[in-house]
């Protein structure tokens, strides 16, 4: 490797297509452009913690992802369950009958991983989820 390092290349997203909307909102929550709390405290009068939970837990990329037991986010999870299906099972609470789950402990490695999938279904979720948490 040489101190100009690897060659530039564009994400993988912009090749997919999914729809100007779909893109847009993937890129965004990339780049923590995004209405999670984490985001919104430094404009915003609140701690930071979920509104969506009561489990007083910093509203961030993880907890959005996979953490966060409010109803919008189990039927989202088991919409896309193929995507998450990567992380400890012994972490995870399924909620009802319906299969519906969460999980009750996830680390940085599991939100880089999602994001390194990079699939149509992976931007679809991340719309659908940016949709819960506006
Ligand atoms: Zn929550």
Redesign the pocket.
């Known amino acids: 490797m040489t101190v100009d390092g690897p060659p530039f290349s564009l994400p993988r997203y912009l090749h997919l297509d999914l729809g100007r909307q779909t893109q847009r909102n993937g890129a965004r929550f990339r780049l923590h452009s995004h209405a999670l709390r984490v985001e919104t405290i430094s404009w915003e009068h609140h701690d930071g913690t979920?509104d969506?939970?009561r489990?007083q837990?910093i509203?961030d990329e993880k907890?959005a992802l996979f953490l966060?037991p409010?109803m919008q986010m189990y039927s989202l999870r088991l919409q896309f369950a193929d995507l998450i299906h990567d992380l400890s099972m012994a972490h995870k609470i399924t909620v009802n009958q319906t299969g519906a789950f969460y999980f009750f402990q996830a680390c940085s490695e599991d939100v880089f991983n999602f994001f390194q999938k990079q699939t149509n279904d992976s931007y679809r979720f991340t719309l659908e989820l940016m949709g819960v948490f506006f």
């Open positions: 979920c969506k939970s489990l837990a509203q907890h966060c409010c």
